[in-house]
């Protein structure tokens, strides 16, 4: 089994999604985790929000779809996409190679920053993922 990467300059949820603050402080960058892409196996197909869309903490935002599965995107913070990685729709396979660089999701602006204070650090989510693979 390949070991997985968890950054610790990131936050997670117990989704497998990954958000990562940005130079604006009320904008996060939203994507799957490295266990999510490696679960996946390799992905063939990525549904978005658009622009404009609003996102609700825990509720579902789009899918990826790999040869294997559907998973839903769930959105781990509540606020307005403010930007869309459109590269990853015509490249699905980044999220596989690359899933904290070019194979990120979306952009929210967020509505309440505490939400980012509910996620997991990294060493919290990775005894998380362990201890959902025991």
């Known amino acids: 089994?390949?070991?997985l990467n968890y950054p610790?300059?990131?936050?997670y949820s117990r989704d497998h999604e990954w958000v990562a603050e940005t130079q604006d402080d009320a904008v996060?960058?939203?994507g799957i985790s490295d266990f999510a892409q490696d679960s996946l196996g390799d992905v063939v197909f990525v549904d978005l929000p658009e622009?404009?869309?609003t996102v609700t903490a825990d509720e579902t935002c789009g899918e990826v779809e790999s040869t294997k599965s559907v998973s839903d995107v769930i959105s781990p913070v509540s606020g307005e996409i403010v930007t869309v990685n459109d590269d990853i729709v015509d490249g699905p396979d980044s999220i596989n190679s690359d899933p904290?660089?070019?194979g990120w999701l979306f952009e929210v602006r967020l509505?309440?920053?505490a939400e980012l204070d509910a996620l997991m650090d990294?060493?919290?989510y990775k005894r998380e993922v362990e201890s959902e693979g025991a």
Request: cysteine-free; aromatic content about 4%; charged content about 25%.
């Open 8 to 11: 610790a300059d990131l936050k």
């Open 100 to 102: 904290y660089g070019a």
């Open 51 to 53: 622009v404009g869309d």
């Open 1 to 3: 089994m390949a070991t």
């Open 28 to 30: 996060v960058r939203v």
């Open 111 to 113: 509505n309440d920053s």
């Open 122 to 124: 990294a060493e919290s």
